[in-house]
């Protein structure tokens, strides 16, 4: 098949053929070494130990309000499943050997909302709960965190509001625990979100807001919302 190559995204012409459905590559003009990249990023080890602890001090919460983590001890990890006939298939295509084993991370089937964006809007809304409650002197670092599924911190979390603009998955993870958690939660969706993951952020008690156009109108309205309440609030 003809492929076309451009290295301009705002081209006009490349936005027609791909609304048209034909096949192309964008080289992205801005792209740059690894190395250099690397050096401009101000994420460190530590933060990324940080955000492990956090989780594995989550984890007694996380597996007693989401038994289907339990076999994880309460980490929320995909799995990992071997594909060696899609192996087999890729060399046979492209004429070549590839060594070693093949693996497939299924993020499709993470635990909680089954989306690769899950991890990301959970430990978000794990780690604004974590502040508030150390905030508030309602917990330390040493203790069990499995006391977040406690009536009393359910209480207290639904004194706030956390609002998210998705077409669908992050939403879902947004929505789901913080829902459990017992913040009221309010997902603005747009149309084109499935609805099964309206009704399920519904049965987990979430609040759902529905816009007949696409997901920028849903941001947009989420954007306006925080602007007025923010003001408020300082």
Do not use: C
């Not at 459990?180 to 008690?205: C, E, N, P, T």
Request: overall charge negative.
């Amino acid at each position: 098949m003809e492929k076309t190559f451009w290295n301009r995204v705002n081209n006009k012409e490349l936005l027609e053929q791909v609304g048209d459905g034909k096949e192309v590559i964008w080289i992205n003009e801005n792209q740059e070494k690894t190395a250099d990249a690397l050096a401009k990023i101000n994420i460190t080890m530590a933060d990324i130990d940080d955000a492990e602890a956090r989780l594995a001090r989550f984890a007694p919460f996380i597996k007693k309000v989401f038994p289907e983590t339990e076999p994880q001890n309460g980490l929320i990890e995909s799995p990992l499943t071997e594909i060696p006939h899609m192996q087999k298939q890729l060399e046979e295509e492209y004429s070549t050997s590839i060594p070693g084993r093949l693996f497939l991370k299924q993020d499709s089937h993470l635990a909680i909302s089954g989306s690769v964006k899950a991890r990301g809007g959970i430990y978000e809304v794990l780690k604004h709960a974590e502040d508030l409650a150390l905030e508030h002197g309602k917990i330390k670092l040493t203790d069990d965190y499995s006391v977040f599924a406690s009536p009393e911190f359910k209480e207290f979390f639904s004194q706030f509001k956390i609002q998210v603009g998705s077409t669908g998955n992050l939403g879902m993870s947004i929505g789901i625990m913080s829902a459990a958690l017992g913040f009221h939660v309010i997902v603005h969706m747009s149309a084109d979100a499935k609805q099964w993951k309206k009704d399920l952020l519904r049965q987990r008690g979430a609040e759902v807001i529905e816009y007949n156009d696409d997901y920028s109108k849903a941001v947009e309205v989420g954007r306006k919302i925080l602007t007025l309440i923010l003001p408020a609030i300082l």
